[in-house]
């Protein structure tokens, strides 16, 4: 268990040493779920990816009401 809180951050924060990376959009590929090396202490870590999608609608000026 870490000592740093890392669990729904809105940057991967490293479990061993506390960093947070600032670019966290950049890790990984596409996965959901992926393994990183912390770009300060050089541990690898477990990172999941959380997803929250939102929508929003307008009406179109001039659509067929």
Do not use: Q
């Not at 809180?5 to 924060?13: A, H, V």
């Not at 670019?23 to 992926?34: I, L, V």
């Not at 990172?47 to 929003?56: C, G, L, P």
Request: net charge negative.
């Amino acid at each position: 268990m870490s000592k740093f809180d890392t669990d729904g951050t809105d940057n991967i924060i490293c479990p061993h040493c506390g960093y947070e990376d600032h670019d966290s959009w950049e890790a990984g590929d596409a996965a959901d779920e992926f393994d990183e090396t912390c770009d300060r202490c050089g541990e690898v870590m477990r990172v999941t990816r959380h997803y929250d999608v939102s929508y929003s609608s307008e009406k179109l000026e001039n659509a067929n009401d």
